[in-house]
């Protein structure tokens, strides 16, 4: 799906990065139907890429991707990253990012999401390892778990349950990060991983277990539903919206100094839930009701970034503040949800 709001924020992206960089180089993005995955798919066609998409649609969307149905520079491959064959072409970037992220919906599929992120990092490992590739991992701020320390630096590391309800995405990241990590030093191949924090935007999904707080509390509002809040929403987290989380995520690939290191990818401005909720009632001029409900198991209290390493190495931050963000993203729900 790409609305003219969309379009605007790929020519955005576009305009910040450098221009040569892709020109007629092959990437692969697994997830590519997904969030993030679709978004990327986009710029790199853009910047004169060659693109294939591997995804089994478990949770990303051919939605998100039917505008590229006709281009010739782009591919899909309706399969699993834990069991595909080889593709034939070589690619010079790799972007991992297949996974379940949505809490409830990874933890309906607790075994699917530890295997995506060990044995099809794996593969992915091995594929980049032969095609002599840039792999990146798309890692996550739930691998420091229940943070003691705000904002978060990339030394942290972490406070996890490792048999919680969350495990299998935690640890999950966490193994995919480690097998990142030795394939970089046993075999010196380049990878780079980041941990994203809550990144937000359009193509989001709002549907059942697959919706984040955000894009659930946008469609609740603009349907006049109650918006559920966890607990008393004093927990918090950092949005970060989604031109800015792809800027970011580029910009890794197009710096040297990101082979084998990590970098926290996120915006530092913290907001509690319930704020945020009210925050969404306000924007969509609603008159849904605040409900109050259980809190998950070991959802983290606190979250947020320590953005000094992607300042300094990315020479990057976050430009879009939260109500920019979520103004665009409403707007996008008013038009295609
Ligand atoms: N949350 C909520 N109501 C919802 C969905 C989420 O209060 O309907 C809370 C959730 O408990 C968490 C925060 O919003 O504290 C962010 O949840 P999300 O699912 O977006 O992602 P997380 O940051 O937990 O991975």
């Known amino acids: 799906m790409i609305g003219t709001s969309v379009q605007e924020d790929l020519q ?6 450098e221009s040569s960089s892709f020109e007629d180089q092959n990437c ?10 679709s978004w990327l798919c986009d710029i790199f066609l853009l910047a004169g890429a060659k693109v294939c998409c591997i995804d089994n649609l478990s949770s990303g969307s051919l939605e998100n991707i039917n505008h590229l149905k006709r281009n010739k520079h782009f591919t899909i491959r309706r399969v699993d990253v834990t ?9 010079h970037y790799i972007l991992h990012l297949a996974s379940r992220v949505s809490p409830e919906d990874y933890q309906e599929h607790p075994i699917e999401t530890l295997l995506t992120n060990s044995t099809g990092t ?14 990146l991992y798309t890692s996550s701020s739930e691998i420091y778990g229940n943070s ?7 030394t942290y ?9 969350r495990s299998c995405y935690d640890e999950g990241k966490r193994f995919g990060e480690a097998l990142c990590i030795a394939y970089y030093k046993t075999y010196g191949l380049d990878v780079r991983i980041t941990r994203i924090f809550n990144s937000y935007g359009p193509r989001m999904r709002a549907d059942g277990a697959y919706a984040r707080a955000i894009p659930r509390f946008i469609s609740q509002g603009l349907a006049s539903q109650d918006i559920t809040v966890y607990g008393n929403g004093s927990q918090t987290r950092s949005f970060c919206y989604v031109t800015d989380t792809i800027t970011a995520i580029v910009k890794t690939l197009q710096t040297l100094s990101m082979k084998g290191e990590v970098v ?3 915006n530092p401005e913290e907001t509690s839930i319930l704020t945020l909720a009210q925050q969404i009632l306000s924007l969509t001029k609603s008159n849904s009701r605040i409900t109050f409900h259980p809190r998950p198991q070991d959802d983290p209290q606190r979250r947020c970034p320590d953005m000094s390493r992607a300042k300094k190495k990315l020479k990057w931050e976050p430009r879009v503040t939260l109500e920019q963000g ?12």
């Open 157 to 165: 590391y972490g406070y996890v349950n490792p048999i919680g309800s």
């Open 83 to 91: 069991n595909h064959s080889e593709p034939r072409e070589k690619f």
């Open 326 to 337: 979520l103004q665009k993203t409403i707007s996008w729900f008013r038009d295609y949800s």
């Open 28 to 37: 692969l993005v697994t997830g590519g139907a997904g969030f993030l995955g």
């Open 12 to 17: 955005e992206i576009r305009s910040e990065l």
């Open 122 to 135: 794996k593969d992915m490992l091995e594929l980049a390892r032969k095609n002599d590739s840039v792999l």
């Open 264 to 266: 926290n990818i996120g």
């Open 148 to 154: 003691e320390i705000i904002p978060t630096p990339e």
